[in-house]
């Protein structure tokens, strides 16, 4: 349950919508309780008025006072019962937005390290189905929890002025439904609360990972295959779903069942206790009417006790990444970014964990600032790492980097950025305009800087044959463009950025000859005053830079 009281404690910035939805809940069933409870007396004393006679007059009987607050009864509830509906759900989506605020600000410094960890499937999972699980703790515990522990008791205590036996045994059965009921479901369901979570969650990630290589799959003819698995794992969720259903639907007939004995034992208690005197004809109609409505506040009870560990998975999972530790701290007391650029790497070994070889080895390396340098070798052999070093995406195990003698430790991760210009092998564009994914490297450039990028990446002629030019849509990660395109787009990223670091992660990977050459052209002459750091294992492109040097093993030697 820590989990659930952690996220609990995230609701504080909306208790009063809270705390709105409480209390209307709680209007709305008292209304309705005191409704049907004063309707059975109206209706019996209003009855029993018309036979009563005394000395030849009808015995007079007040039928406006009761008609009228059975009017306002039901309106109060009809209005309370619309209020609550519209304070609970706004409390909750403006929790559940908060919440997936609150997530995306514990994911940026899992950026990329830690992320890299997780499959995509799993972590939007956990961003969309397991944080919109967390709603029931609100909706579906808290508040019909509190509204049934504050009604139970108002039912009780009013009872027990008229008849102290019917209140006890009411208070009983209440008891049974609302604590025991609850507890004996939860201890039954929990084993499949837990596993549809995580089902749902597997359930999600196989879908991502078929959508993702359908072109493959279906290349391979590998489709049936994974389908038929996909098949069975659906088999598996409903079947889960379906024994859950049945423990509910248990629940309520046993929750019924108890409301059903408890008016029986009620209606039993008032015609003894009527048949002696001690209550009224009216009171008899009361009393029962209250014991049979006062369970509408323990039905749901049952149901949320079950599923709460549902919940608590899907708040555990939700923990799990964002309590990570990520793979670099912040410095306390950030200081600010050196005048000059020149990158040196002293010493520096480092592996991903204690459990894996070394990546690294004892580096050493000085890249003078406008220097321009090629790291070579084959996959795997470390220049990556490298990279993501220089950038500090890592720090390193042993040795220091270090940004104008300064090292990267000390500076903060946002002003290090402004420092860096990355180009990578896979260019991401997001799903919006070819305009609105330049202005991403520069929201505030102008259309002379925007024109100017496009000039200098070679995307002129490409971008006037669109009919609707810049704003022309370049669809899910870009599939509307292509590959070369898609490059040259991010090449003009590049340019509007204008940092005096450029990082080029296999830069022409997966382009033809000509489109190789064009960006290899654009990139040497608008970095003639930046540093380069480019990683590569193809030939083209080394014409241009200072020094080049070989990466083997995790180890850096010059090669030319």
């Given amino acids: 349950m820590k989990d ?6 995230l609701f504080k910035p909306y208790s009063a919508w ?18 049907l409870t004063l309707s059975g007396w109206f209706i019996s004393a209003s009855a029993l008025a018309g036979l009563m006679v005394v000395d030849g007059q009808v015995l007079a009987f007040n039928f406006m006072l009761p008609a009228a607050q059975i009017r306002a009864l039901a309106i109060t509830r009809t209005l309370g019962r619309y209020g609550e509906r519209l304070v609970t759900h706004e409390a909750t989506f403006r929790v559940l937005a908060e919440l997936r605020s609150w997530f995306f600000q514990h994911l940026i410094p899992l950026v990329p390290g830690r992320l890299a960890l997780l499959r995509s499937g799993d972590l939007l999972s956990r961003m969309t189905a397991d944080i919109d699980a967390l709603d029931a703790l609100y909706l579906r515990l808290v508040a019909p929890l509190t509204v049934a522990i504050i009604g139970g008791v108002a039912v009780t205590v009013f009872l027990a002025a008229y008849a102290p036996v019917i209140s006890l045994t009411n208070g009983l059965f209440l008891l049974a439904a609302g604590v025991v009921v609850p507890w004996l479901f939860n201890r039954l ?4 609360a837990e596993r549809i979570t ?12 078929t959508l993702q290589g359908l072109a493959d799959l279906m290349a391979n003819q590998a489709y049936e295959r994974f389908s038929a698995f996909l098949s069975r794992f659906s088999e598996r969720l409903i079947h889960t779903q379906r024994q859950n259903n049945r423990l509910t639907a248990i629940s309520s007939a046993l929750t019924f069942l108890l409301a059903q004995l408890s008016v029986l034992v009620a209606l039993v208690l008032a015609a003894v206790l009527f048949a002696n005197g001690v209550l009224a004809g009216p009171e008899v109609a009361l009393v029962v009417f209250c014991v049979l409505v006062a369970f509408e506040l323990v039905t749901p009870l049952a149901m949320a006790m079950q599923m709460l560990a549902k919940t608590l998975t899907a708040a555990g999972r939700i923990r799990q990444v964002a309590e990570m530790t ?12 050196p005048e000059e650029f020149a990158l040196q790497v002293s010493g520096v070994s480092f592996r991903y964990s204690e459990q894996q070889d070394w990546v690294l080895k004892d580096l050493n390396l000085m890249i003078p600032q406008g220097y321009k340098i090629a790291i070579v070798g084959a996959s795997g052999s470390g220049k990556t790492t490298l990279l993501h070093l220089l950038m500090r995406y890592y720090d390193p195990e042993l040795g220091q980097v270090s940004l104008g003698g300064q090292s990267l430790i000390s500076v903060g991760s946002d002003p290090l950025m402004s420092c860096f210009g990355v180009l990578s092998q896979r260019t991401q564009l997001f799903a919006a305009s070819i305009k609105e994914n330049l202005l991403l490297a520069k929201p505030t450039a102008t259309d002379l800087e925007l024109a100017a990028a496009i000039k200098a990446t070679g995307l002129e002629k490409f971008i006037s044959y669109l009919p609707e030019g810049l704003e022309t849509w370049v669809g899910e990660s870009g599939v509307k463009v292509s590959g070369g395109e898609a490059r040259r787009i991010a090449l003009a990223r590049l340019y ?15 382009l033809d000859a000509e489109t190789e050459r ?11 005053h930046k540093t380069v750091i480019m990683v590569t294992h193809r030939e083209a492109g080394l014409g241009w830079v200072d020094e080049v040097y070989r990466m083997e093993g995790g180890v850096l030697s010059h090669s030319r």
């Fill in 4 to 9: 659930g009281w952690f996220f609990l404690k």
């Fill in 18 to 35: 809270l705390l709105g939805g409480i209390v209307l809940s709680l209007i709305t069933s008292l209304a309705a309780i005191v409704l």
């Fill in 189 to 192: 369901g929990r084993e499949g």
């Fill in 198 to 209: 995580v089902l749902m969650a597997n359930y999600r990630i196989r879908q991502v990972d």
């Fill in 326 to 337: 990520p793979t670099i701290q912040q410095p306390v007391q950030a200081l600010s970014l």
């Fill in 496 to 510: 509007l950025k204008d940092a005096p670091i450029l990082i080029l992660d296999e830069p022409t990977e997966g």
């Fill in 518 to 528: 064009d960006v290899l052209q654009a990139l040497s002459h608008f970095s003639v």
